[in-house]
DNA sequence: AGCGTGATCTTT
DNA sequence: AAGATCACGCTG
């Protein structure tokens, strides 16, 4: 399946957010180990209007990235011990985000099962601190993009409609309401936060 | 239901 | 300089 070039990410976060499920996130670390997983949950952050998005009072050190052009990858540290893993979307000096709340195992499992502690499938990357410790992503890859030969995401069939629900974000106090949260139906890969 | 753990941001 | 907050995960 071929890869999603620069065109895929210029389109709205919250179409995005939405899109991006059932694609193949790849990572290829050195050695040839592969490592690759199928969005399943995904959350859109954007700027000013955003009060829950780190962009939403303007540029800062951290979340400039946020203001780069899409198909970046924005990395995070938060509550001391995960890192989140987003990919940057909206045009160049505008900020906006999906952050990659879920995946499904495809390639490289051992690595994941290793890297986490675990062997339980729907336990690698059931959540958006979990994924990043399965693909051993940290800092290092903050501001990297999906164009070049570590990062990048194979295309997928688009769902239908039905497979695609929506609900309030996670994990957030602000901007609750929301309806910013796009998941799949029925997939036991699906982070268990609660989306009160 | 509670808490670890540290960067980031706001307020003094 | 100090304190609050935090796009979480694990234990119990």
Same mark, same amino acid.
């Given at each position: 399946?071929?890869?999603?070039?620069?065109?895929?990410?210029?389109?709205?976060?919250?179409?995005?957010?939405?899109?991006?499920?059932?694609?193949?996130?790849?990572?290829?670390?050195?050695? %040839?180990?592969?490592?690759?997983?199928?969005?399943?949950?995904?959350?859109?952050?954007? &700027?000013?209007?955003?009060?829950?998005?780190?962009?939403?009072?303007?540029?800062?050190?951290? %979340?400039?990235?946020?203001?780069?052009?899409?198909?970046?990858?924005?990395?995070?540290?938060?509550?001391?011990?995960?890192?989140?893993? %987003?990919?940057?979307?909206?045009?160049? %000096?505008?900020?906006?985000?999906?952050?990659?709340?879920?995946?499904?195992?495809?390639?490289?499992?051992?690595?994941?099962?290793?890297?986490?502690?675990?062997?339980?499938?729907?336990?690698?990357?059931? &959540?958006?601190?979990?994924?990043?410790?399965?693909?051993?992503?940290?800092?290092?890859?903050? &501001?990297?993009?999906?164009?070049?030969?570590?990062?990048?995401?194979?295309?997928?069939?688009?769902?239908?409609?039905?497979?695609?629900?929506?609900?309030?974000?996670?994990?957030?106090?602000?901007?609750?309401?929301?309806?910013?949260?796009?998941?799949?139906?029925?997939?036991?890969?699906?982070?268990?936060?609660?989306?009160?």
């Amino acid at each position: 399946m071929e890869r999603l070039e620069k065109q895929f990410y210029q389109q709205p976060t919250l179409e995005l957010a939405e899109k991006l499920l059932g694609k193949i996130f790849v990572r290829i670390l050195p050695g %040839n180990i592969h490592l690759k997983g199928r969005i399943v949950e995904t959350e859109a952050y954007l &700027g000013q209007q955003d009060q829950a998005s780190h962009a939403w009072r303007g540029r800062t050190q951290r %979340n400039q990235i946020m203001f780069q052009a899409p198909g970046t990858l924005y990395v995070y540290f938060t509550y001391g011990c995960h890192y989140l893993l %987003n990919i940057v979307s909206e045009p160049e %000096n505008s900020a906006g985000a999906v952050l990659i709340r879920a995946m499904e195992p495809v390639e490289g499992i051992p690595f994941m099962q290793e890297q986490r502690g675990t062997a339980i499938l729907t336990n690698l990357m059931s &959540g958006p601190g979990k994924l990043t410790r399965a693909l051993a992503i940290d800092c290092s890859s903050n &501001g990297k993009d999906l164009f070049g030969d570590e990062f990048f995401l194979e295309n997928a069939p688009q769902l239908p409609a039905a497979m695609i629900l929506t609900s309030a974000r996670v994990g957030i106090s602000k901007s609750r309401e929301l309806p910013w949260r796009k998941f799949m139906l029925n997939n036991p890969h699906v982070s268990k936060g609660k989306a009160t």
